[in-house]
């Protein structure tokens, strides 16, 4: 389903009322929060979150989750989490405004250092090293093509009375909760590959992962072949794939990974001794042969995360520049660049 649906479906995303006390200093080092929060989460309980994507120094909170006879917004990609980072935003704005300072200056002073990520959230286990949003936001922001941006913004809003430019840079902080989920991967005769998959597709690119790791895992079978274009993912029900969980996380792709270790595992020594014979082996021929050796050419997999990678973050930024168009409402999204931190291989 298209998430502007979505979205038109379940009424936008959780009205919050938020009232915060903030101390900082000159430059712009913010101190102190102090937040109070009413969070609209309609008729189940829900959360708030990305608040602490920012180093406040001291932080305290009362967040009141209120049930009303609203729809909730659950079904939000990522919910809660927009309304978290919009209110840090709007802190961090309001500090530099006060102090006549560039808020990407006041953005960038108050990022988390890696002493300041691990107090902040506490099951953080990753190396200094893989904190990179710091990195990230300077790749966006330090740069003399988003300099050249920001002039030209500001010549136009001194230029035109109705019509006004604005470009804002953002960073996230966004944690990922990972669950067990099952899975299994297929080679039919033909060569074609099918997965399993216990999530479901809402516009995440789920499906797109899951066939880029099968094909990625499996290709360590053919020379010089590309398999993405033989996969193709099977929508699943509670009676074929039990335990499906949740959708976020690399849990399906971890566990498309597993049942494609089982399938290579199975199928390796006989690329071997095709190899010994005639050399180069193509995956049609490879898995022609598979058939005729009646190996198992069907795997499942069940992916339980240690304790060490079930919560882990995300870091990114990104840079917006918007029109809007004072007397309509009307806002167009003239550019966005997107910087994300996707791991390593």
Same mark, same amino acid.
């Given at each position: 389903?298209?998430?502007?649906?979505?979205?038109?479906?379940?009424?936008?995303?959780?009205?919050?009322?938020?009232?915060?006390?903030?101390?900082?200093?000159?430059?712009?080092?913010?101190?102190?929060?102090?937040?109070?929060?009413?969070?609209?989460?309609?008729?189940?309980?829900?959360?708030?979150?990305?608040?602490?994507?920012?180093?406040?120094?001291?932080?305290?909170?009362? /967040?009141? +989750?209120?049930?009303?006879?609203? %729809?909730?917004?659950?079904? !939000?990609? &990522?919910?809660?989490?927009?309304?978290?980072?919009?209110?840090?935003?709007?802190?961090?704005?309001?500090?530099?405004?006060?102090?006549?300072?560039?808020?990407?200056?006041?953005?960038?002073?108050?990022?988390?250092?890696?002493?300041?990520?691990?107090?902040?959230?506490?099951?953080?286990?990753?190396?200094?090293?893989?904190?990179?949003?710091?990195?990230?936001?300077?790749?966006?922001?330090?740069?003399?093509?988003?300099?050249?941006?920001?002039?030209?913004?500001?010549?136009?809003?001194?230029?035109?009375?109705?019509?006004?430019?604005?470009?804002?840079?953002?960073?996230?902080?966004?944690?990922?909760?990972?669950?067990?989920?099952?899975?299994?991967?297929?080679?039919?005769?033909?060569?074609?590959?099918?997965?399993?998959?216990?999530? /479901?597709? +809402?516009?995440?690119?789920?499906? %797109?992962?899951?066939?880029? !790791?099968? &094909?990625?895992?499996?290709?360590?079978?053919?020379?010089?072949?590309?398999?993405?274009?033989?996969?193709?993912?099977?929508?699943?029900?509670?009676?074929?794939?039990?335990?499906?969980?949740?959708?976020?996380?690399?849990?399906?792709?971890?566990?498309?990974?597993?049942?494609?270790?089982?399938?290579?595992?199975?199928?390796?020594?006989?690329?071997?001794?095709?190899?010994?014979?005639?050399?180069?082996?193509?995956?049609?021929?490879?898995?022609?042969?598979?058939?005729?050796?009646?190996?198992?050419?069907?795997?499942?997999?069940?992916?339980?995360?240690?304790?060490?990678?079930?919560?882990?973050?995300?870091?990114?930024?990104?840079?917006?520049?918007?029109?809007?168009?004072?007397?309509?409402?009307?806002?167009?999204?003239?550019?966005?660049?997107?910087?994300?931190?996707?791991?390593?291989?």
């Amino acid at each position: 389903m298209d998430c502007n649906i979505d979205m038109v479906m379940v009424g936008g995303r959780h009205p919050i009322n938020v009232r915060y006390d903030v101390g900082f200093k000159s430059d712009g080092k913010i101190t102190a929060l102090n937040l109070r929060v009413l969070f609209n989460s309609g008729i189940s309980k829900d959360f708030i979150e990305n608040i602490k994507k920012y180093n406040w120094c001291n932080l305290s909170f009362d /967040i009141k +989750l209120c049930k009303t006879n609203l %729809t909730s917004k659950s079904s !939000m990609w &990522a919910p809660g989490g927009v309304q978290g980072s919009f209110v840090a935003e709007a802190i961090i704005e309001h500090v530099a405004s006060v102090l006549f300072l560039e808020t990407n200056t006041v953005r960038r002073k108050n990022l988390h250092s890696y002493e300041s990520l691990i107090l902040f959230y506490d099951f953080v286990n990753e190396e200094a090293k893989n904190y990179t949003l710091p990195t990230i936001f300077d790749k966006l922001t330090a740069t003399l093509d988003y300099k050249n941006r920001a002039e030209t913004v500001r010549k136009f809003n001194c230029t035109n009375k109705w019509k006004k430019r604005g470009i804002s840079s953002v960073p996230i902080v966004y944690m990922v909760h990972c669950y067990p989920v099952p899975g299994g991967v297929s080679i039919f005769n033909d060569a074609s590959i099918a997965v399993e998959v216990g999530g /479901i597709e +809402l516009g995440q690119g789920l499906w %797109t992962k899951v066939k880029q !790791m099968t &094909a990625f895992c499996l290709e360590k079978l053919c020379e010089n072949e590309s398999l993405l274009e033989r996969v193709r993912i099977i929508q699943t029900d509670t009676l074929s794939m039990l335990q499906g969980g949740k959708l976020e996380g690399a849990a399906h792709q971890n566990r498309a990974v597993l049942a494609c270790d089982i399938l290579i595992g199975r199928l390796i020594p006989l690329k071997h001794s095709l190899q010994e014979e005639n050399g180069a082996v193509s995956w049609v021929s490879l898995i022609s042969k598979a058939v005729q050796h009646s190996i198992n050419l069907s795997a499942s997999s069940f992916f339980v995360p240690s304790l060490n990678n079930a919560r882990y973050l995300n870091y990114g930024a990104a840079t917006s520049e918007v029109k809007i168009d004072i007397l309509s409402g009307e806002t167009t999204i003239l550019r966005s660049d997107i910087s994300y931190d996707c791991g390593q291989n």
